[in-house]
């Protein structure tokens, strides 16, 4: 269950006391956040280069021919 359901259902029972009225702070989930919008893009493109060898040869070679990512 994600945090903003847990919050929701702490309100309606009353389980949710004052400390954690807010939930998680915007400083606890911006570094996870942050982290996995870098790291997936960065393993997937290692991972796809190491598959496919020629590829990797095709960029290596000619860096201008690749295209900026979107």
């Known amino acids: 269950m994600c945090t903003a359901r847990k919050i929701a259902v702490?309100?309606?029972t009353g389980e949710l006391g004052p400390d954690l009225?807010?939930?998680p702070g915007i400083a606890d989930i911006l570094p996870i956040a942050g982290h996995e919008t870098?790291?997936?893009p960065l393993g997937r493109g290692t991972l796809a280069r190491l598959r496919h060898p020629d590829q990797l040869a095709l960029v290596r070679d000619r860096p201008r021919r690749c295209r900026p990512g979107r």
Do not use: F, I, P, V
Request: hydrophobic share 55%.
């Open 10 to 12: 702490a309100r309606r």
């Open 38 to 40: 870098a790291a997936k």
């Open 21 to 23: 009225a807010l939930g």
